[in-house]
């Protein structure tokens, strides 16, 4: 491969080594989509055709529930079914890649030698087009670079968290007995996107109760498919080969049902009007339509005009103005 020695290799170059196995240039590419989302145009040529194959679980939940100890229990089970796997660990609320991800590194170190596992992280950073597009752009590069797998998991409970666990074919929602965890997980909208309700630290007192209360509550759940409840002791390896089989389960089911393809269109069409709106608002931002947009702001409060004739006349201009080159 050509390397240029200050910029490295282009953006397709590398896409092409990291689609062909080489894990560096995988590393490489992912830092490139995660600092420049401008590059995503040049590397999605080399990924086209090449998405789709994996099997993508969401793991979500309050920090500290366990959902690293779950995924590296999860890792080693579709390891040992020969798998190869990815893990995504996204952190929506550290401007860095701080404590959590980095106590997430040590409960995942003992899959750090194997070849078919990959672990990487994506933080915050205050970026543009929001910390879900990066994720899916994340996972399209890791579908394309062929793992079997790719598991998320986002540290917290808020709606970023959702939005990025709900990128995967399966969510997993994770939950502890007592603390009230199961009560605050209502309150997030947590249960509306639970595929799979996970109890983890089972071998703590109070799981049967959690369990008994969450099971009670999928049942008043109107319409849809309900969600298993399953009882984990990550820490101890117990349940974890039933939630591969409730993950896979729901995966068949929602490929059997058409479901997959419904989510993954979806999805496709959540990125395609994501991407449109920062490209309108980027357009926005840049000359000649900032101006423009300073001087309906002042016909507007002069009273010559209303804001909502403004805004179509603005979007008339956008649209039919030539591309403003870079400077
Ligand atoms: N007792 C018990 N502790 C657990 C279990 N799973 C995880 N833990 C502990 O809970 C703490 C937080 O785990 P971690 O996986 O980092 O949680 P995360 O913040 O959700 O990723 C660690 O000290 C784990 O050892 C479990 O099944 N039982
Ligand atoms: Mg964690």
Redesign the pocket.
């Known amino acids: 491969m050509h390397a240029d020695r200050e910029r490295g290799p282009a953006p397709a170059e590398l896409a092409a080594a990291a689609v062909g196995g080489d894990r560096r240039a995988l590393a490489r590419l992912l830092s490139a989509v995660e600092n420049a989302p401008a590059l995503w145009r040049e590397i999605g040529p080399a990924l086209a055709g090449r998405a789709g194959g994996a099997q993508t679980v969401g793991l979500t ?1 309050a ?7 779950t995924v590296s229990a999860l890792v080693r089970a579709y390891r040992g079914a020969g798998r190869r796997v990815a893990v995504l660990a996204v952190d929506p609320s550290s401007p860095f890649t701080g404590g ?1 991800l980095l ?2 590194r040590v ?1 995942m170190s003992e899959h750090a030698g194997d070849p078919g596992v990959f672990i990487r992280s994506l933080a915050s950073r205050g970026r543009l087009g929001g910390l879900a597009a990066a994720t899916a752009q994340a996972l399209r590069v890791l579908e394309a670079a062929g793992f079997d797998v790719v598991v998320v ?1 986002t ?1 917290g409970v808020g709606q970023a968290e959702i939005d990025i666990a709900a990128l995967a074919d399966t969510t997993c929602v ?1 939950l502890a007995p007592g603390a009230g965890d199961d009560v605050q997980a209502v309150k997030a909208g947590l249960l509306e996107v639970a595929d799979v309700l996970v109890v ?5 007192p109070g799981a049967a109760r959690t369990i008994a209360d969450l099971t009670a509550m999928t049942r008043m759940r109107a319409g849809g498919r309900r969600p298993a409840v399953v009882r ?5 390896g117990e349940g974890i080969d039933e939630l591969v089989e409730r993950i896979a389960a729901h995966r068949r089911d929602l490929a059997a049902t058409g479901e997959l393809d419904r989510r993954r269109l979806a999805r496709a069409a959540d990125e395609i009007r994501g991407l449109t709106l920062t490209a309108l608002r980027d357009r926005l931002a840049a000359p000649p339509h900032d101006a423009r947009l300073a001087e309906l702001a002042h016909l507007v409060i002069a009273g010559t005009a209303d804001p909502w004739s403004a805004a179509e006349w603005l979007l008339a201009d956008v649209l039919t103005a030539q591309p403003v080159p870079a400077p």
């Open positions: 939940g920090p500290g529930v366990g959902k690293s100890t959590a106590g997430d409960r998991e540290v994770l983890n630290k089972a071998d703590r984990v002791a990550a820490t101890l």
